[in-house]
């Protein structure tokens, strides 16, 4: 994507101009790499979520030889959220990643079926998720709403008749 229409969507920041509780977050799905399972494509990803209630919920991605049964770090850690508080809102999500096998230089966008998940807990909890993407050489990309990333989404209301 070109440089000027990712700055639509999102916001590129520095590490240290962030809050002290998102370099946190940052700093929990740096560290939730570590339990990423990926043995077949070697690419880690960490996903962090701060909940309204304090609570910090962190995922990784885990992979399966069966490749379609594996999730992404942002969906484990989403719906571990949504099972353990159910009530709770969802403030934030931050994203870091690395590979075992080349060097990850900027950072990365989450799939369209893990935007589409942040979404419907956007619509559900009728607050903005704030997104925040990281690299191992501190890129930061701040998207301040899901509904941003997938615009005209699939929205439970159109599941009904009408
Ligand atoms: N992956 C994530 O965990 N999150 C993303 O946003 C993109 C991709 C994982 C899935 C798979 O385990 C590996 O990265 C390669 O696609």
Redesign the pocket.
Known sequence: MQEEKLELLFIRAKLLELSSEEQALIKNAKDSLNSAY?P??G?L?G?SILLDNGEVING????NVAYPS?????RVALFYAGARFPDAKIKTIA?SVMSKNFKVTDV????GA?RQVMAEYEDKQEQAIKVILHSPTDQVLIANTVESLLPFMFKSPLLKQH
Request: aromatic share 10%.
């Open positions: 990926a077949y494509s690419f990803v996903a990784s991605n885990q992979e594996g999730l992404c770090a942002e994203v990365i966008s989450p799939c893990c």
